[in-house]
């Protein structure tokens, strides 16, 4: 079975930075996509950056584009998200989560998912 497991959340001020890490149970997702979604109390869950298995031509979100920055080590089985210059409305609860093939904006799209990471960012 499937097994997400994101790390790395925290609380941070304003204009710091955190990086997230979305680690697999070892199995390797050959010609998957990687992406990760955020979701406040009372909103949709929300694409935020996703990577297809080559690595290449990652999508983001337009409000974290120059500050986001996701990568993947496939060798691990591991995804990451650079996030620097956080602001307060990045706080949310981040998910990690795969899919077959290209990278979705949509969370319908994907077939398995973490528990998510809280970042708290202060004004």
């Known amino acids: 079975q499937v097994q997400l497991v994101e790390s790395g959340g925290g609380l941070v001020q304003a204009g710091g930075s955190l990086r997230l890490s979305c680690a697999t149970n070892?199995?390797?997702?050959?010609?998957?996509?990687m992406s990760w979604f955020r979701q406040v109390p009372g909103k949709e869950r929300e694409f935020v950056a996703g990577?297809?298995?080559?690595?290449?031509?990652?999508l983001y979100t337009d409000s974290v584009k120059g500050r986001f920055t996701v990568s993947r080590t496939n060798a691990q089985n591991t995804m990451y998200l650079q996030m620097n210059n956080l602001k307060p409305e990045d706080t949310a609860v981040f998910y990690c989560?795969?899919?077959?093939?290209?990278?979705?904006?949509?969370?319908?799209?994907?077939?398995?998912w973490g528990q998510g990471t809280q970042v708290t960012v202060t004004s």
């Open positions: 989560a795969v899919r077959y093939g290209a990278v979705r904006y949509s969370r319908e799209d994907y077939t398995a």
């Open positions: 070892g199995r390797t997702f050959s010609n998957f996509a």
């Open positions: 990577i297809r298995w080559s690595g290449d031509s990652p």
